[in-house]
């Protein structure tokens, strides 16, 4: 059973920054991609952004681009996801997945989600 913990939600302004962490139990993390997706209240889930296993090739959803980056740790079996200059709109709760092989940039592509880690953005 592949367990995927995140953290490093929290309250952050308007402006600044957080990064998140994603952790996974095993090492199947090391051939998948690994995601990150957001919920706000009563939206559907957002695809946030995805890094493939060799983490050559990233992708971000458009509301996040050139604000938030991902990165990877096959050695650790974690994902993070850096986020500057965060906005309000970016409130949401923050999903980790990994177990994605082929397209990785929807919900649906992976096999194991985290729990989710709340992020607020006060303005």
């Known amino acids: 059973q592949v367990q995927v913990v995140e953290s490093g939600g929290g309250l952050v302004q308007a402006g600044g920054s957080l990064r998140l962490s994603c952790a996974a139990s095993e090492g199947v993390v090391r051939t998948s991609a690994m995601g990150w997706f957001r919920q706000a209240p009563g939206k559907e889930r957002e695809f946030v952004a995805a890094?493939?296993?060799?983490?050559?090739?990233?992708f971000y959803g458009d509301s996040v681009k050139g604000r938030f980056t991902i990165g990877r740790d096959n050695a650790k079996n974690t994902a993070y996801l850096h986020m500057n200059r965060v906005k309000p709109e970016d409130t949401a709760v923050y999903y980790c997945?990994?177990?994605?092989?082929?397209?990785?940039?929807?919900?649906?592509?992976?096999?194991?989600w985290g729990q989710g880690t709340q992020v607020t953005v006060s303005s």
């Open positions: 997945a990994v177990g994605a092989w082929d397209t990785i940039t929807t919900a649906a592509d992976y096999t194991y």
């Open positions: 890094i493939t296993w060799g983490g050559a090739d990233t």
